[in-house]
């Protein structure tokens, strides 16, 4: 069986999921337009994973996936977290934070996995890493189809090895965090998705600079098996992501992104701005830390509408990007006329 058979979807595209963006009104808005829509529950508690789900269920019933952040064994260095607290003490003066607590978090990902078994999804998907063998052994139980994250060919190898059902190889263009786990190479989807068919059986899911129809149909034709777009979606009409964020989506022309730590600590890719500026070269705490430190300088940033000091994640192909309903979007993809 193909995988759109497999995942019950009409077109082989997957909306990304997109933790912070994807509310349930944008989610279900993806699957009644006929692609696989996801929920981005990395930043979620199990409760708001919870409604969420519940959420998207009550307003579609088709099918959709909750994606999560698997987590770290990193290692908390004091005097580390401080520098980095320091060093983003210039940028907290600017939009008027002289002082600011950043309560460390906590990842929620065993009490999200309990909460995907009790509420029935079917689909999991999985970035940061690959769970581990008993996470794994009890979703297959309860029958949920596993998805893994690669940005090269190892990780492929052993999302497969472990056991996912399928995989997303996200190439370097892609917008947001990079899903890597073994190594922080960066190969473009050119690359990634060849050698990637090669070297595994499972179906492969083409990540990273979808832009419009003729991509979609290359990869398609390349052996990928559906497509998962981001940026491509993010200045949906119905998508979750702050206006401000929408606007420079909209506004973009070329690829005005870049990667940086500087957010969170992990490598993501976004629109260059004065806060990836300022972090040049300065101290960084590992991810998840540097996270929770530039939390509250996001949120203020965000409230202000100071777009400056907001982490505008979007891809390489920003520029193609086009606003519209999800529909009219989707509608892009697949060649039907715009509504
Ligand atoms: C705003 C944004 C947030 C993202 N958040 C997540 C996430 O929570 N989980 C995940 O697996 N991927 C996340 N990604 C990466 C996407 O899954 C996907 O790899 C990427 O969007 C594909 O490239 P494109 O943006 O060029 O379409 C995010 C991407 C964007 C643009």
Redesign the pocket.
């Known amino acids: 069986m193909t995988l759109p058979k497999n995942l019950g979807i009409e077109h082989p595209i997957i909306q990304?999921?997109?933790?912070?963006?994807t509310t349930p009104e944008f989610v279900a808005a993806c699957a009644e337009a006929g692609v696989l829509g996801s929920i981005?529950a990395?930043y979620l508690s199990a409760e708001a994973t919870r409604d969420s789900i519940r959420e998207v269920k009550r307003l579609t019933n088709k099918p959709f996936a909750v994606?999560l952040?698997v987590p770290e064994q990193t290692e908390m260095d004091q005097e580390q977290l401080r520098q980095a607290y320091l060093a983003l003490h210039p940028i907290g003066k600017k939009i008027g934070l002289p002082f600011w607590k950043a309560p460390l978090s906590e990842s929620s990902f065993d009490a999200q996995i309990a909460v995907i078994i009790d509420e029935g999804v079917n689909i999991c998907?999985f970035?940061f890493g690959l769970p581990d063998e008993t996470v794994i052994r009890d979703l297959k139980e309860h029958g949920v189809y596993l998805i893994g994250?690669a940005t090269n060919v190892e990780e492929a190898i052993l999302a497969e090895k472990v056991g996912m059902d399928a995989v997303?190889v996200?190439g370097k263009?892609?917008?947001?965090?990079r899903?890597s786990f073994l190594s922080e190479e960066l190969i473009t989807l050119d690359e990634l998705l060849p050698s990637s068919i090669e070297a595994v059986r499972i179906p492969i899911i083409a990540?990273?600079?979808?832009?419009n129809r003729e991509q979609l149909e290359l990869q398609l034709s390349r052996g990928a098996q559906a497509v998962?777009?981001?940026?491509?979606l993010?200045a949906a009409d119905e998508s979750g992501?702050h206006p401000l964020h929408k606007e420079a989506v909209l506004a973009a022309t070329g690829n005005s992104t870049v990667l940086t730590k500087a957010f969170s600590g992990k490598p993501a890719r976004g629109i260059r701005n004065q806060f990836i500026d300022m972090m040049e070269g300065v101290p960084i705490a590992p991810y998840p830390y540097q996270n929770d430190l530039t939390k509250k300088i996001r949120a203020e940033a965000a409230s202000k509408g100071n777009l400056e000091f907001m982490s505008l994640?979007?891809?390489?192909?920003v520029g193609e990007t086009a606003g519209g309903t999800v529909e009219e979007i989707v509608g892009r993809f697949v060649g039907k006329a715009d509504g």
């Open positions: 990304a999921p997109m933790a912070g963006i981005g990395g994606n952040f998907s970035t994250t997303v996200q263009e892609a917008g947001g965090h899903g990540a990273g600079g979808i832009a998962q777009i981001g940026t491509a993010l992501a994640w979007a891809g390489e192909r």
